[in-house]
């Protein structure tokens, strides 16, 4: 009985210690957001200076997402010296945990061959690796990128994916893919149905909506009645 009272308390005083570091971990995560957001407000209104002055510190401290997006501004040069090295330094530090925008940036670097040897395959690999994790900007890069290769398969694969997750931008690629058979038989009504679908998007950005409208009007000719 004493043995199994002893157990019970060591059980209750691991809990509490567990509860109590859920807390601190809880707390840091908290502070991290409210870091992040006043951040994103500075960067919002133009202060990129004073974005990098919280995101710096925080990148330091090894927040995935404050590296990614550090890595972003030596890119852009916003808020402090452009520096591609930095750039490539900060994507890659975030890039080993997983964080899908640093990924995708460090794709494009390799693809494009800045600051480190170009290498369209490695580039492809980083893509399809956030594109697997559902990130519909790499999913529509990787398309591009089959497209220019004439993979016309391969492209036409990953703008349905990204197109049956509602992706406007996407929709209105693989209209064009089905109004000039690339990778497919061409099929108007599809193109059509496609366009329609984006037209009547609550959501859909202006810009796409009016490429859409184009498409729909040039497909869809208008009947002339005597």
Not at 120 to 133: G, V
Not at 159 to 187: I, Q
Request: proline share 4%; glycine share 4%; hydrophobic share 45%.
């Amino acid at each position: 009985m004493n043995k199994f009272l002893l157990f019970l308390t060591a059980l209750l005083i691991h809990a509490d210690i567990w509860a109590m570091k859920t807390t601190v971990v809880n707390e840091k995560k908290d502070l991290d957001q409210q870091r992040m957001n006043i951040a994103q407000h500075f960067a919002n209104s133009g202060y990129w200076p004073l974005a990098f002055n919280v995101i710096y510190p925080m990148a330091l401290e090894g927040h995935p997402m404050a590296q990614a997006n550090l890595g972003v501004m030596f890119n852009t040069g916003r808020g402090v010296r452009p520096s591609v090295e930095q750039a490539y330094w900060w994507f890659s530090s975030s890039a080993e945990s997983g964080n899908i925008k640093a990924l995708n940036n460090l794709a494009l670097m390799y693809y494009k061959g800045s600051y480190i040897e170009r290498n369209e395959p490695h580039a492809i690999k980083l893509f399809e690796l956030t594109a697997n994790a559902k990130d519909q900007a790499s999913m529509l890069m990787l398309s591009e990128i089959y497209f220019l290769k004439n993979d016309y398969v391969k492209s036409l694969k990953w703008l349905k994916t990204c197109a049956e997750l509602g992706n406007d931008e996407a929709k209105l690629r693989l209209g064009a893919f089905y109004e000039n058979g690339f990778g497919v038989p061409k099929d108007k009504q599809k193109a059509i149905k496609l366009y329609e679908e984006i037209i009547n998007a609550k959501d859909a950005a202006p810009n796409i909506k009016e490429f859409a409208l184009k498409n729909l009007n040039r497909l869809v000719k208008p009947t002339i009645k005597n």
